[in-house]
């Protein structure tokens, strides 16, 4: 296969893609004892930019925080290797892939702390629509799963964690193998949680309803910046508990991710949604999510981060001899 890049971020060095491997008897690939973050970086009038890249950073030290991991890089060294290995690449719009796991520790579940061995690689790549461009501009039918989230006090559900991502195979699967394009879970209490790889928003009557933190999802970095651009286009937001029924009842239904990006929601199990595709309030909020990127929405909070090497510092010598 075509490697996807020429070179991936491993341990603090650039090393060829060919050449980026781990142990197989890594902890991580025998128990998932990893964390990772999806980050994309968008061209821009300005160039290319990483969409909220520190906020994603900052969310992988989370997840590690959860699991014991002591990361042996900061979050700022981190953004920066970030933006170095989108640099080696020449890509003015990319995918990054940061990702911190176990190596070699022993074949035991629970390492001893003395042998918690960590490994962090990143790597940058081009990566189009996670759903399909046809999804991005018409919407996709999706089903409810027969799978439910991770129930509460199992594991967290907040840590983008590598072993979370089974119940995220299993959602997608079953919709795929019933000609879905994706899979909505449950939570354990038959009440709505998320995609198998997306936060879920429902419209009713102009208001945007999202599932809370408590409903064993993930906090989605896009979800969060939906929020406040839909809040600052005028429209009332809420994160409340949903029952399955609101899917079938909804105006407009619409997911969320750094793949996913904004993806209208057409149908759920064969149930059209009222407006049949991208509604209007969907086609405001992906205007405005949209308009980051090609300078028509402010960026009023900061989320666009330049990718260019942050220039020499100039000593007060240099300056008076200049």
């Known amino acids: 296969m075509r490697p996807l890049a020429e070179h991936i971020w491993i341990n603090g060095e650039l090393t060829p893609w060919a050449d980026a491997k781990i142990h197989v008897m890594s902890h991580a690939l025998h128990y998932g004892t990893s964390v990772f973050e999806g980050i994309r970086v968008y061209d821009t009038p300005d160039g290319p930019r990483g969409f909220r890249l520190t906020d994603h950073v900052r969310r992988l030290f989370d997840s590690a925080r959860m699991y014991h991991f002591q990361l042996p890089w900061t979050e700022e060294e981190l953004v920066e290797a970030c933006k170095a290995t989108v640099r080696a690449t020449g890509l003015c719009s990319a995918y990054i892939r940061p990702i911190a796991f176990l190596g070699e520790c022993g074949m035991g579940v629970t390492p001893r702390p003395g042998d918690m061995n960590?490994?962090?690689?990143?790597?940058?790549?081009?990566?189009?629509?996670?759903?399909?461009?046809?999804?991005?501009?018409?919407?996709?039918?999706?089903?409810?799963?027969?799978?439910?989230?991770?129930?509460?006090?199992?594991?967290?559900?907040?840590?983008?964690?590598?072993?979370?991502?089974?119940?995220?195979?299993?959602?997608?699967?079953?919709?795929?193998?019933?000609?879905?394009?994706?899979?909505?879970?449950?939570?354990?209490?038959?009440?709505?949680?998320?995609?198998?790889?997306?936060?879920?928003?429902?419209?009713?009557?102009?208001?945007?309803?999202?599932?809370?933190?408590?409903?064993?999802?993930?906090?989605?970095?896009?979800?969060?910046?939906?929020?406040?651009?839909?809040?600052?286009?005028?429209?009332?937001?809420?994160?409340?508990?949903?029952?399955?029924?609101?899917?079938?009842?909804?105006?407009?239904?619409?997911?969320?991710?750094?793949?996913?990006?904004?993806?209208?929601?057409?149908?759920?199990?064969?149930?059209?949604?009222?407006?049949?595709?991208?509604?209007?309030?969907?086609?405001?909020?992906?205007?405005?999510?949209?308009?980051?990127?090609?300078?028509?929405?402010?960026?009023?909070?900061?989320?666009?981060e330049s990718i260019a090497a942050p220039a020499p510092a100039v000593s007060t010598r240099e300056v008076e001899h200049a």
């Not at 009332?236 to 793949?259: C, H, K, S, W």
């Open 118 to 304: 960590i490994d962090v690689a990143i790597a940058a790549f081009p990566w189009g629509a996670y759903l399909g461009e046809e999804a991005l501009e018409k919407g996709v039918d999706a089903c409810v799963a027969s799978w439910s989230r991770i129930a509460p006090n199992t594991v967290p559900s907040g840590a983008k964690a590598g072993g979370n991502y089974l119940s995220s195979y299993l959602i997608g699967r079953e919709a795929r193998v019933g000609g879905f394009g994706e899979g909505i879970a449950l939570g354990t209490d038959g009440r709505l949680s998320e995609g198998a790889g997306e936060n879920l928003f429902i419209v009713k009557d102009g208001e945007i309803v999202t599932p809370p933190a408590a409903a064993s999802i993930l906090m989605g970095i896009t979800r969060d910046s939906v929020l406040k651009l839909a809040r600052g286009l005028g429209y009332e937001t809420r994160e409340q508990v949903l029952p399955r029924e609101a899917l079938y009842v909804a105006d407009e239904i619409f997911m969320t991710g750094t793949a996913a990006e904004i993806t209208p929601v057409r149908s759920v199990d064969g149930i059209a949604t009222r407006c049949a595709g991208p509604g209007p309030v969907t086609k405001a909020v992906n205007g405005a999510f949209r308009g980051l990127f090609d300078g028509s929405t402010p960026d009023r909070f900061g989320w666009l």
